[in-house]
């Protein structure tokens, strides 16, 4: 079983909110490929990296999480292409992990 993680700006490179269907079909998308997710949208995550020596970038993010049997990478390296260009993003992070139901 495969635990992933897509973590989704809430808003664009140029700092423009991005509309709520952005994130309702790849809601829809996930569900009707994988038959659920968690989605953590109620108090949005703050992301914070260092672009240079100088500057911090901000980005405010919700995750959706996917439990599958199996880990298709080639799909999700498709898929998160299609985020990218969705969510006028240089770059979606899209993370896995093995876990084990208890």
Do not use: C, S
Not at 17 to 27: G, N, V, Y
Not at 61 to 80: C, F, H, P
């Amino acid at each position: 079983m495969h635990l992933i993680q897509i973590l989704l700006p809430l808003y664009d490179n140029a700092g423009a909110e991005l509309p709520a269907e952005l994130f309702e079909r790849t809601r829809q998308e996930l569900i009707d490929r994988f038959g659920g997710l968690t989605a953590y949208t109620r108090a949005p995550a703050k992301g914070l990296w260092q672009e240079d020596a100088t500057t911090t970038v901000r980005d405010d993010i919700v995750i959706y999480e996917i439990m599958a049997d199996t880990l298709e990478e080639a799909w999700w390296r498709k898929y998160r292409g299609t985020m990218e260009q969705r969510f006028r993003q240089e770059a979606i992070v899209v993370r896995a992990q093995a876990i084990r139901l208890l």
